[in-house]
């Protein structure tokens, strides 16, 4: 009896052997789930501009963040929750209005621009990880240029084809802006990576 019990291999529960995975699930959606709120607050700290029907506002910061902290696909399903938070009604988007019917507007294009832009920055995150700080910029700044290039494409749509009116009303007023957004995520990440080496954690979430 005593050899059997010897050579009798361990049985765990299979509750128990489940328990890690379903924790990691579970943890990745509030990450998502965060991240998507983050986007909210995002869009309400915003500068409105007279020149133009696109505001300035914060959303960028959660949304590259989302690429590079929850990976691409985890990042782009953050901001899909976001838009169905917004398709569903609920007063999520800077401007004012929700529904279905707000994506033909001025924004629409960076609205769904999100989605690409996180999906992209975990993307290029994950293959240009080796380059340290180089190549979180890389990803940044490749999530930053996508999100711009969606957005001009349907403000160009929208303002009957003036590609130089789109260039002026959602590029132009907002370089800087969007220099320092990429800076601010950088020290975020940074930051973040400090942290968890600290506590002995490893670096990113992804």
Do not use: H, N
Not at 46 to 60: A, C, D, K
Request: glycine share 14%.
């Amino acid at each position: 009896m005593a050899a059997d019990r010897l050579s009798s291999p361990e049985i765990v529960p299979l509750d128990a052997q489940a328990a890690p995975a379903s924790s990691s699930r579970v943890a990745r959606a509030a990450q998502i789930v965060g991240f998507a709120l983050l986007t909210v607050i995002g869009a309400k700290i915003r500068v409105p501009l007279p020149f133009t029907p696109v505001p300035g506002t914060l959303q960028t910061i959660p949304v590259l963040l989302a690429g590079i902290l929850l990976g691409a696909r985890a990042g782009a399903s953050s901001q899909i929750l976001y838009l169905s938070l917004g398709m569903a009604g609920i007063p999520v988007f800077a401007l004012a209005g929700a529904g279905p019917a707000y994506l033909p507007g001025p924004t629409g294009g960076f609205l769904l621009g999100f989605v690409a832009a996180a999906f992209v920055t975990g993307a290029v995150r994950g293959a240009v990880a080796r380059f340290g700080v180089l190549g979180l910029g890389l990803a940044l700044l490749s999530g930053s240029l996508v999100l711009d290039v969606c957005g001009l494409a349907w403000l160009t749509v929208f303002l009957k084809g003036d590609t130089g009116a789109a260039l002026r009303a959602g590029l132009f007023p907002f370089i800087a802006f969007d220099l320092a957004k990429i800076m601010i995520a950088i020290g975020i990440v940074k930051g973040i990576d400090r942290v968890r080496g600290r506590a002995g954690q490893g670096r990113g979430w992804t």
